[in-house]
């Protein structure tokens, strides 16, 4: 089916969401998702950076990095109050000694049902030497530190295998950034309908 035919068949509805970026690789899964567990959805996105660093390392700062994207959207009102947002933050951690992943936070907000449902991606291997250039690139008094390195995975893996720096996934893994997102997306999806069927 074309995607705008698509588009016009499936948005609409009760359910509303902004997707706190721009990039349909993020943006396309979240509608997609929504749209099959809700029949109609109008999911948009808009873009929103968080205040830390390009490539957040650990839970804490991926999780950190999904609040903040949906809280700049609030507070720079792009969005109402009351508009239910999802963010996506990729982050990576080290969960065996040298042995580094890339996951997503996939984080829900609805402030008028006070629901908030929060999920992961599958994680995806990152080989060590791509990890060790983005630390070795990070100057050592960089101020975003805390929250993780200045240079992201993509850009690195860029450079060095010419793969596109915001899906790199496929080429390493080969399983594309939009399937990984589209399964966590179903599961965020899935939690919040049954939630709000609770009310």
């Known amino acids: 089916m074309d995607p705008q035919m698509k588009d016009v068949l499936y948005s609409g509805g009760d359910i509303s969401i902004v997707v706190a970026s721009s ?12 749209q099959k567990t809700f029949g109609r959805a109008t999911v948009v996105g808009k873009d929103s950076q968080p205040g830390i660093a390009p490539q957040p390392v650990g839970f804490d700062a991926g999780v950190k990095g999904a609040h903040e994207r949906i809280n700049n959207l609030r507070c720079t009102r792009l969005v109402s109050e009351q508009q239910v947002c999802v963010a996506v933050e990729s982050f990576i951690v080290e969960l065996q000694p040298d042995m580094w992943y890339d996951i997503a936070c996939l984080l829900l907000s609805d402030p008028v049902h006070a629901i908030s449902v929060q999920t992961f991606s599958q994680a995806t291997p990152v080989p060590l030497e791509y990890v060790k250039r983005a630390q070795s690139e990070c100057p050592p008094s960089y101020s975003l530190s805390s929250t993780g390195y200045s240079v992201t995975i993509g850009q690195v893996m ?3 295998l010419a793969v596109d720096p915001s899906d790199w996934h496929s080429s390493v893994a080969g399983v594309s950034r939009v399937q990984l997102l589209h ?10 309908q049954q939630q709000l069927s609770r009310r």
């Open 23 to 34: 990039r349909p690789t993020k943006v396309e899964p979240v509608k997609e998702a929504f």
């Open 158 to 160: 860029q450079r060095q």
């Open 183 to 192: 399964t966590a997306a179903k599961q965020l999806a899935f939690l919040y």
